[in-house]
């Protein structure tokens, strides 16, 4: 007998079904279980070579003979920075690149929210004064620079592209870009030829030692006074403080974070009263959408058929690399 361990809140009948079918075909037998029952996941997961969850303490607890675990969050670095985790070191490690289209719908809505000075409008507001004639700016026509060009900077990009935007600077490790959305791509190594340049920064990449507060005290400073920042990666991607005080000072036009240093965010933190500043808890993705739902479970069967056939999995993690 092969087993699957499926250890998740958001399935649905329908996803369930989807499994068995898929299981079935390929010779394996899912078991399921609910965030409530820990306990029987894990004495079900010691005659299991599959694991499909997103819990650290469940993998923890997983033998030897665990050989893939398909994790359905999109971010694993705590998964790469703990090898003790996985009892069996050859493990494999996959992730689930479904989150580009909720993120870059957040995206897009802080976006515009910056851009048409919402932040202060609300303020405004809030004060019950009536205010209304601040410039406003438009995605139309408008320039933005992607710090990560995964599956979230493309859905990023095709959005800004359809809603009109003039130039779109894509920046990665490689330097390249699979999809042809951007007007120029560029390596993370340009970074700060870039800068004085952007207009809208977009940042989402991974948690590894390189992107440890690559946008410092220093590279702040290199941003145009108009310019915004998003941050839909990981929080340590951004040196806190002097993000802060430009926002403060009004050395910057604004920023939206769904993702923060530490989380949650403790109540007297600065970040909570900085000026032109957007702050959700981490929402962006999550699996609250019944696409993001649909589409993992739709990128766990594929993967299961191309384990069960020998085939290289599509999201597999390079854990030195750390996505």
């Given at each position: 007998m092969?087993?699957?361990?499926?250890?998740?809140?958001?399935?649905?009948?329908?996803h369930k079904?989807?499994?068995?079918e898929t299981a079935e075909s390929t010779g394996f037998i899912p078991h399921f279980f609910t965030l409530d029952q820990f306990e029987e996941a894990r004495a079900c997961l010691q005659d299991c070579e599959?694991?499909?969850?997103?819990?650290?303490?469940?993998?923890?607890?997983?033998?030897?003979?665990?050989?893939?675990?398909?994790?359905?969050?999109?971010?694993?670095?705590?998964?790469?920075?703990?090898?003790?985790?996985?009892?069996?070191?050859?493990?494999m490690l996959t992730n689930s690149n479904?989150?580009?289209?909720?993120?870059?719908?957040?995206?897009?809505?802080v976006l515009l929210m910056l851009l048409r000075r919402m932040p202060e409008y609300e303020e405004t507001v809030r004060r019950r004064s009536w205010s209304n004639q601040l410039p406003i700016r438009s995605i139309r026509d408008n320039a933005f620079t992607i710090l990560g060009l995964g599956n979230i900077g493309f859905h990023v990009a095709?959005?800004?592209?359809?809603?009109?935007?003039?130039h779109i600077t894509g920046l990665s490790r490689s330097g390249k870009a699979r999809e042809p959305v951007y007007d120029e791509v560029l390596p993370i190594s340009s970074l700060d030829e870039v800068l004085p340049r952007t207009k809208n920064l977009i940042m989402a990449l991974p948690a590894t030692?390189?992107?440890?507060?690559?946008?410092?005290?220093?590279?702040i400073s290199l941003l145009p006074s108009d310019s915004c920042v998003v941050n839909v990666g990981r929080g340590t991607a951004i040196e806190q403080e002097p993000l802060i005080e430009a926002l403060n000072s009004g050395r910057l036009a604004g920023a939206a974070l769904d993702v923060m240093d530490p989380e949650p965010l403790p109540p007297d933190h600065p970040l909570w009263s900085a000026r032109n500043l957007i702050l959700t808890p981490h929402?962006?993705?999550?699996?609250?959408?019944?696409?993001?739902c649909d589409r993992n479970v739709d990128l766990f069967c594929e993967d299961l058929r191309n384990y069960a056939g020998g085939k290289p999995l599509n999201g597999l993690v390079d854990r030195t690399r750390g996505y």
């Open positions: 092969r087993n699957i361990c499926i250890y998740q809140e958001f399935l649905t009948d329908t079904q989807r499994i068995r599959v694991l499909y969850a997103h819990d650290m303490n469940l993998l923890r607890a997983a033998p030897a003979s665990l050989k893939w675990y398909c994790c359905s969050y999109a971010g694993v670095d705590p998964y790469c920075k703990d090898p003790g985790l996985f009892a069996n070191p050859d493990c479904c989150y580009g289209v909720t993120i870059a719908e957040h995206v897009v809505m095709e959005r800004l592209r359809g809603m009109g935007a003039a030692a390189e992107t440890y507060h690559i946008l410092n005290r220093d590279r929402v962006s993705g999550n699996m609250t959408l019944g696409y993001t």
